[in-house]
T-cell receptor, first 115, second 113 residues
């Protein structure tokens, strides 16, 4: 099976712009989670989607949003970019139902740089 | 709220030797999972090993094993016969009822030839 894929791998934006990142889960996986990784804050949970519904959300401002499509692919959007949004954004998928602790499998990440 | 603590920012080991990475966590949940993930310079997060809290037996995966002490809320990773390819950042992570992973700050492991 192909692993989790994320596009694009690298992105450079300027402050005030918006950005959309895409994640395709492992075939058959229905849960997709997003994480932000920065040197200062480490790995932080953004949100989780299951069956096209957001099931859980981390402590991030409303500028961060996401959605999931019927084929389980997910997108996350960041509006009005700030310098502090520069980070590696990781997507993870797992097969199970919400609230089960199946192993999450990660994609290679999207490196976002905000200038 | 659950927390995960990795107190060793950096570790070094000689090739073929054994090294142990420490992790402690705090939770009031009774049912949860613990994970060790490896993140090499490519930044791809790779699962190393997983432990179910209800299992008393420590998980093993080839050269990787854990020492899970539930009462002490400790979950250390032992890497035997270290190889150059083991050099990476290692993250301990907690997965519980909220379904999100809570990560420690990571331990950067260097393997000396």
């Amino acid at each position: 099976k192909a692993g989790v894929t994320q596009t694009p791998r690298y992105l450079i934006k300027t402050r005030g712009q918006q950005v959309t990142l895409s994640c395709s889960p492992i075939s058959g996986h229905r849960s997709v989670s997003w994480y932000q990784q920065t040197p200062g804050q480490g790995l932080q949970f953004l949100f989780e989607y299951f069956s096209e519904t957001q099931r859980n959300k981390g402590n991030f401002p409303g500028r961060f949003s996401g959605r999931q499509f019927s084929n389980s692919r997910s997108e996350m959007n960041v509006s009005t970019l700030e310098l502090g949004d520069s980070a590696l954004y990781l997507c993870a998928s797992k097969p199970g139902l919400v609230n089960s602790a199946d192993t999450q499998y990660f994609g290679p990440g999207t490196r976002l740089t905000v200038l | 709220a659950q927390t995960v603590t990795q107190s060793q920012p950096e570790m070094s080991v000689q090739e073929a030797e054994t090294v142990t990475l420490s992790c402690t966590y705090d939770t009031s949940e009774s049912d949860y999972y613990l994970f060790w993930y490896k993140q090499p310079p490519s930044r791809q997060m790779i699962l190393v090993i997983r432990q179910e809290a209800y299992k008393q037996q420590n998980a093993t995966e080839n050269r990787f094993s854990v020492n899970f002490q539930k009462a002490a809320k400790s979950f250390s990773l032992k890497i035997s016969d270290s190889q150059l390819g083991d050099a990476a950042m290692y993250f301990c992570a907690y997965g519980g009822a909220t379904n999100k992973l809570i990560f420690g700050t990571g331990t950067l492991l260097a393997v000396q030839p």
